[in-house]
């Protein structure tokens, strides 16, 4: 029995040996795997979960306001519940989504074209309003259908809004969703402050931004306004549901932006420009404040807040009327004889003239082969330095551009800030053409081009030929004439103000500097332009006043605003003169100059100057117009 | 002198424990208590209670002292008509089985029980039976039988499918037949075979993976776990997720782990089956290496223990169905913690004393409780 069993015993415990050893091989093999996992490729493995269980979620700054000078709020935010539709759930799918999301909420074709350029301008990341404003109802519905859309769902959202929709938005501006374009220009800016600043990064927390100014005051006061985003460490679960907030940095809200603009007078002027297109530029002259910054006609900024459709956009853009181009801003028209005044100044600065030499004026004047005619038949007759102010003579000013040569009236006028960026607080200033020599030298490719002809001198001292000035620029010399040659440069911002404790911090400039001018010869020419509107051009529109205010009308004619664009049937309109308006009031110590175009209207004195007038009005003496509709303040 | 009570209770607790081994018991009693504590942190968000482990904890033991109060012959006696049981119930379920997650694998019979379950012990049971019954007679076609009867059981349940328990069914009952002394001329080619098949495999893993590749023999979605398996980033938010986010749990752990309760990717929901199949990485997570180690070290004690058990047990169907049980024992664990640690494709193999889930526990139970029984008569057979 033994000798039968014993093999069979040896050969059992001999087989458990080696399980034993396979055992022990096996088991080294797990403490290998598990040595490798978590002490040779800890790290790797420990930044894996971190990224795995932390999201940051951003959490966007409250933009600030923008408030005008008596307080008044232009733009402002509002929350409002809206339908957040998460892209990256919705790949592929988006029309049966929002056709199944229509059965029980409104959606409108507007909402849905904004919604699927959202989609496509983010290739699909991130979470994006289908539709804002939803009322109780419409709340309580989705609500109750929620578990059928996975990836929507309702969310407290703040929005921009300007509240007098068209009034003032070539200056407001407006704000849109961040492009590519816009982030990777924020980018670099971060990566470019990175250096001397180490926080940089993450005080600007980029996917906390969602919209960035794109024109106007939001554009040139983003900084300002934006504030910094903060954003919420948030440990999430696989599926993505936040569980608690690990760490949090608040956002920062953006600074409201107080402006030197009276919102009222804007909407005044805004009102008797009515279907006239043009540009109008108010200054307090002490400060630089602008008062008003008119062009016309506007648009609605709030169309484009959320991204604007193309339907709304294409009429915009297409239209003859160019409501989204800034007129004042970047339009450049001759002066015509508004810029008379600065050229008598000019000839008394540098003795061409004396106020009292006169000159004879037949009519016509002159020059080589050519004949330049005034615009009274016959002439002016006799006529001194007030009387070519007062009457608007032209041969008056054919002479004096002649005497003073081109060159010097360019030397004067710049100062003065023609043809020069005047370095106002919007983004795209049009500068302008001061011509000179050296003007024409530059400019010009051509040789025979590039010399500069004496008789194309003479138009300059009506304000035609190369001259085009922006009406910003001739508002801006306005005021430096009526300051008596103290440049202040103009603005539309006054002051930054905290949100929270409403304190508020100047921005005004101080004085940029001061053109040399005799008093003495300033008198003369406000004198004349106060004339203007007794007894010259404008005495019409400004009968009557209870202050004294000084004038210049002018007419320019029309050269290339656009005229390719031009409908065939509207040529004629569009060929008409443009009026031009210049104004100081009160007169002793004049706390607003105005500089206007109404384009294509004719006569400045027919069509500019009652505008003006009726602007001076309001502004010195609160008078409001019976024809226009009294300012309502908005809910 | 009358007894204190105290004195008397003492008496009645050493005979409830008298015959279990204590080596073994103790360390049953550590792994019991590492699968308590993880539990807790495991179950977290899960809709079991601690009720239900502890319920399950005591059912197992109840069973392993059950079995271990009955002498092996009882169960060599039993052996064909428990393994009869299994098989007709195996075929049973491919007759009418419920039909669960794509797998029919489950009888209704009153409740619902998965008879593949008791293959796990029967099979150990019928072939050391076999061997004992052939003990001293033993020719080559006794190998032949023991494969045929081998192969019934495992062919049924692979085609539930469920490969992971044909697997180990196949496993015991291979223990038990190469244990029987199946020669070495016989095991050698086919453990070449399977080096070389493994070596192919993670060698051709890029061309044989290929999407139109149809492999013979296995379902899709068990060409899909080894594939994964082989690059688990081919798919990293789909069939590799699970794999990928056992590894980074396991691997964040470090050597210390990240302690109780503080595991992220268990308790953000990012382990799948975290308190059952996948529970070591939860484990591995919060105790870390050192834990792991520990954990290691009880279970390769349990395997020395059980198979120094069946070595000195008195007969062949003893020494077979211990070292059988025992090596079932070792595979579990070794399976479960290649698979959670990325070593090893994913199939559903607990983790023995640790995961959670009572059919697993009352099985393991039983393994035990055959281990305690088989030590336990050994001294009664020798006296």
Redesign the interface.
């Known amino acids: 029995m033994v000798s039968?069993?014993k093999p069979?015993l040896d050969?059992?415990?001999e087989?458990?040996h080696i399980?034993?050893l396979f055992?022990?091989f096996?088991?080294l093999?797990?403490?290998t795997?598990?040595?490798w996992?978590?002490?040779v490729?800890?790290s790797?493995?420990?930044l894996?979960?971190?990224s795995?269980?932390i999201a940051l979620v951003p959490a966007p700054a409250n933009r600030g306001l923008i408030i005008d000078r008596n307080g008044i709020v232009i733009g402002r935010n509002y929350s409002a519940l809206t339908l957040d539709v998460n892209a990256e759930e919705v790949k592929g799918n988006v029309d049966q989504l929002i056709n199944d999301l229509s059965e029980i909420i409104d959606i409108s074709p507007r909402d849905r074209r904004n919604f699927k350029r959202s989609l496509e301008d983010s290739r699909n990341m991130g979470t994006f309003p289908l539709r804002s404003m939803l009322n109780e109802t419409e709340t309580a519905r989705f609500m109750a259908n929620r578990y059928r859309f996975p990836g929507v769902e309702i969310r407290a959202r703040s929005f921009r809004e300007y509240p007098y929709n068209e009034l003032a938005s070539h200056l407001i501006g407006y704000i849109g969703r961040v492009s590519q374009r816009d982030k990777e220009r924020m980018q670099s800016e971060i990566e470019n402050s990175k250096a001397d600043d180490p926080d940089a990064l993450q005080t600007s927390f980029l996917p906390g931004i969602q919209y960035v100014g794109k024109i106007g005051l939001e554009q040139s006061y983003e900084n300002v306004l934006r504030g910094v985003p903060g954003y919420d460490q948030v440990?999430?679960?696989?599926?993505g549901k936040p569980?608690r907030t690990l760490s949090s940095s608040p956002s920062v809200p953006g600074k409201n932006i107080v402006l030197s603009v009276d919102i009222k007078l804007q909407y005044l002027v805004e009102q008797l420009y009515g279907n006239f297109r043009g540009a109008f530029v108010a200054i307090e002259p002490e400060t630089g404040d602008v008062l008003a910054f008119v062009s016309k006609p506007n648009f609605n900024p709030n169309d484009f807040v959320e991204g604007i459709d193309s339907v709304t956009w294409k009429e915009l853009n297409d239209s003859p009327q160019k409501p989204l181009y800034n007129r004042p801003l970047k339009g450049i028209y001759p002066p015509g004889s508004t810029y008379k005044p600065f050229m008598a100044l000019a000839a008394l600065e540098n003795k061409k003239r004396t106020a009292s030499q006169t000159i004879f004026d037949p009519g016509y004047f002159d020059f080589g082969n050519h004949t330049f005619r005034d615009d009274k038949k016959g002439g002016h007759g006799t006529v001194d330095m007030q009387k070519s102010i007062v009457e608007s003579c032209d041969t008056y000013y054919y002479m004096l551009a002649r005497d003073m040569g081109v060159n010097m009236i360019a030397d004067f006028m710049k100062p003065f800030g023609f043809g020069q960026i005047t370095g106002i607080d919007l983004q795209g200033e049009a500068k302008g053409v001061l011509p000179s020599t050296e003007w024409k030298q530059n400019t010009f490719k051509k040789p025979e081009q590039q010399k500069w002809y004496e008789g194309e001198t003479i138009s300059l001292g009506i304000g035609q030929g190369y001259n085009s000035f922006t009406i910003l620029q001739l508002a801006h010399a306005m005021a430096n004439l009526a300051n008596n040659g103290v440049v202040m440069k103009p603005h539309l911002v006054k002051a930054i103000e905290d949100p929270f404790t409403r304190n508020r911090v100047l921005t005004t400039p101080k004085e940029s500097y001061r053109i040399e001018l005799n008093p003495e010869n300033i008198e003369v020419i406000k004198k004349a332009m106060i004339e203007v509107n007794r007894s010259g051009t404008s005495a019409a529109a400004f009968q009557g006043t209870g202050y004294v205010a000084g004038g210049k009308t002018g007419t320019a004619q029309v050269f290339s605003l656009n005229s390719k664009d031009y409908k065939h049937g509207a040529t004629a309109e569009f060929l008409r003169d443009h009026a031009l308006y210049i104004a100081f009031a009160p007169a002793d110590k004049p706390t607003i100059v105005i500089a206007m175009v109404v384009e294509n209207a004719g006569f400045g004195a027919q069509y500019a100057a009652p505008i003006a007038r009726s602007a001076l009005d309001y502004y010195i003496e609160g008078k409001w117009p019976k024809e226009v509709p009294e300012w309502k303040r908005a809910p | 002198m009358e007894k204190s009570p105290l004195i008397k209770m003492k008496a009645v607790f050493f005979s409830f424990f008298a015959g279990l081994d204590r080596q073994l018991g103790l360390i049953l009693l550590g792994l019991a208590a590492v699968g308590f504590f993880t539990f807790l942190s495991a179950s977290q968000n899960t809709p079991v209670q601690i009720t239900d482990e502890l319920r399950n904890l005591a059912l197992s033991f109840v069973v392993m002292w059950i079995v271990s109060r009955i002498p092996p012959k009882w169960l060599e006696m039993g052996a064909v008509w428990i393994y009869a049981l299994g098989v007709t119930l195996l075929v049973a379920v491919a007759a009418f089985g419920l039909i669960k997650k794509g797998a029919r694998r489950w009888l209704n019979i009153g409740v619902v029980i998965q008879p593949s379950e008791i293959m796990k012990i029967a099979m150990p049971l019928m072939l050391a039976w076999y061997f004992q019954k052939r003990e001293g007679l033993q020719k080559t076609w006794d190998y032949a039988v023991a494969i045929i009867i081998l192969a019934i059981p495992v062919f049924l349940i692979a085609r539930q499918p469920d490969l992971g328990t044909a697997l180990l069914v196949f496993a015991a009952g291979l223990y038990v037949i190469i244990l029987a002394g199946l020669p070495w001329k016989w095991i050698l080619p086919f453990v070449c075979v399977a080096v070389i098949g493994i070596l192919l495999i993670i060698i051709f893993g890029g061309t044989i993976c290929a999407h139109d590749v149809v492999w013979p023999f296995v379902h899709d979605y068990q060409k899909h776990r080894i594939c994964t398996l082989l690059d688990p980033s081919s798919d990293p938010l789909g069939k590799g997720f699970h794999t990928i986010q056992s590894m980074i749990a396991i691997g964040s752990g470090g050597f210390f782990g990240k302690g109780w309760f503080q595991g992220t990717q268990a308790h953000l929901e990012f382990i799948p089956e975290k308190h059952t199949d996948f529970v070591f990485a939860v484990f591995s997570e919060e105790f870390g290496l050192l834990g792991n180690l520990i954990l290691l070290a009880l279970f390769f004690a349990l395997i020395k223990r059980g198979l120094a058990i069946s070595a000195s047990a008195p007969n062949l169907f003893t020494r077979l169905l211990g070292a059988s049980v025992t090596l079932i024992f070792f595979t579990y664990a070794f399976v479960n913690i290649g698979m959670v640690s990325g070593l090893l494709p994913v199939v559903g193999v607990p983790l023995p004393f640790i995961s959670y889930g009572g059919t697993a526990l009352v099985t393991l139970g039983f393994g035990a409780g055959i281990l305690m029984s088989i030590h336990r008569h050994r001294r009664l057979v020798q006296s």
């Open positions: 039968f069993k069979d050969s059992f415990q087989r458990i399980a034993t055992v022990t096996c088991f093999l797990l403490v795997r598990l040595v996992l978590q002490l490729s800890h790797k493995y420990a894996l979960a971190e795995n269980r440990e999430i679960t696989a599926g569980v």
